[in-house]
């Protein structure tokens, strides 16, 4: 899989925002890191996979890269039933010093 296909969009919420912004020194158990940002990725990606093509894309250095999957909601039109499609969102955080002018 080719890793512009990996990344499909970036995710852009009032959370996601506030997140971005977000930077934490170092403390005595954890190292310190940059901001996280969320963006919505193949569903058949693997965290190594979407660390490799984020760092390629963007020219950073990626911290931990954390995934859920988000299932379809239920819709209905006029008579019949259906649903919206799965998705998988991918949130990464970055190193210390690293940012992606996304916003």
Do not use: W
Request: aromatic content about 8%; cysteine-free; overall charge positive.
């Amino acid at each position: 899989m080719d890793i512009y296909h990996i990344i499909k969009r970036p995710l852009v919420t009032e959370k996601g925002t506030h997140q971005s912004q977000q930077q934490f020194d170092a403390s005595a158990s954890r190292a310190a890191r940059g901001g996280a940002f969320t963006f919505e990725v193949h569903a058949e990606a693997t965290k190594p996979m979407i660390k490799q093509a984020i760092e390629k894309i963007y020219n950073v250095k990626v911290e931990a890269v954390r995934t859920a999957n988000r299932g379809g909601k239920r819709r209905r039109v006029r008579f019949k039933t259906g649903k919206t499609a799965d998705t998988k969102k991918a949130v990464v955080v970055l190193r210390q010093g690293f940012h992606i002018d996304l916003f």
